[in-house]
């Protein structure tokens, strides 16, 4: 976990380069090749190792995004802007996306599940960006626009009281007649 979270360092903090001072200790100059001790090797290879860690992790249309970056640092500050956008798109992002959630209406011809994939989209969106709304908003938002009781019920004639009685007795019969049968069709075993 050590290992990673240096290798993390490298990535949001840029490359390290190692330094020598000539006489002034506010004036730095590169160290060559030559001057460089084991320390400032592992720390070059850390570098290294965390550029080839997120060209490794990318296709190939990435790929040609980052070509001309440097560092790990360089890597990642172009990613980013290349899937979340600069910090104003970002926030364009969200504003859009809240707006979206707070007019966020089941459809006439939508199924609930349908409603719900296209909320949970909306949620989805936002919390890649970073903002994330508490579930017990989620929760009232949902109730508040699902369809109110009976909305999926369809007219149906209303039957009259002796149509009930009717419709009960076939199914008594049709329960009868199939426990019936299957009495019937059970093959009688001899012990």
């Known amino acids: 976990m050590a290992k990673d979270s240096e290798l993390w360092n490298f990535i949001c903090d840029g490359p390290f380069v190692p ?4 006489g002034n200790p506010l004036v730095a100059i590169p160290k060559t090749r030559k001057e460089l001790n084991n320390a400032d090797r592992k720390a070059i290879e850390k570098n290294f190792c965390a550029k080839k860690i997120l060209v490794c992790g990318i296709g190939p249309d990435e790929y040609n995004r980052i070509l001309a970056c440097q560092s790990a640092k360089e890597i990642w500050e172009a990613l980013q802007i290349a899937h979340e956008g600069t910090t104003q798109v970002k926030q364009s992002k969200i504003r859009m996306l809240t707006t979206e959630y707070e007019l966020f209406r089941m459809q006439d011809d939508e199924s609930i599940q349908e409603m719900h994939t ?11 960006l970073g903002e994330t709304i508490p579930r017990n908003k989620l929760v009232r938002k949902i109730l508040t626009v699902l369809p109110k009781p009976g909305h999926f019920v369809k007219d149906f004639p209303l039957l009259k009281k002796d149509q009930y009685k009717n419709n009960s007795d076939k199914a008594a019969k049709r329960n009868m007649f199939l426990t019936d049968a299957s ?3 059970t093959p009688l075993t001899i012990s």
Do not use: G
């Not at 330094?19 to 000539?22: A, C, E």
């Open 19 to 22: 330094t020598k001072n000539l």
């Open 118 to 128: 296209r909320f949970t989209s909306i949620i989805n969106e936002l919390h890649s």
């Open 183 to 185: 009495i019937k069709n």
